[in-house]
């Protein structure tokens, strides 16, 4: 059974740090992309960043020079640096993890809370 769970989440002031994991089970991390997503209340799930089973990230413009993906595939675990956080930064982060060979494979964690206020 595959299971992503994601930790770290919690309430922060602005321009604070938190960093969030993921954990992953049930899959052999090392082949498969990883993205962390966010939802803030009202609005779509978002891209935040993405790293490649190669090690490449990507980011939306929206966080870069603020938030750092990174993975250890031994430990199996993802995760997502956030410095200098801003109220709008407040949103239910998620985790998934993706594949496209030999045919479509897709999973999502649970969500973990992050919310940025004075």
């Known amino acids: 059974q595959v299971q992503l769970v994601e930790s770290g989440g919690g309430l922060v002031q602005p321009g604070g740090s938190l960093r969030l994991s993921c954990a992953t089970s049930g899959i052999i991390l090392g082949i498969y992309e990883m993205g962390w997503y966010r939802q803030a209340p009202e609005k779509q799930r978002e891209l935040v960043a993405t790293v490649t089973n190669g090690g490449s990230t990507n980011y939306a413009d929206s966080v870069k020079g603020r938030f750092t993906i990174s993975r250890d595939n031994v430990k199996n675990t993802v995760y997502l640096q956030i410095d200098s956080l801003k109220p709008e930064d407040t949103a239910v982060y998620y985790c998934?993890?993706?594949?496209?060979?030999?045919?479509?494979?897709?999973?999502w964690g649970q969500g973990t809370q992050v919310t940025v206020s004075s």
């Open positions: 998934r993890a993706y594949r496209t060979w030999p045919r479509n494979y897709e999973y």
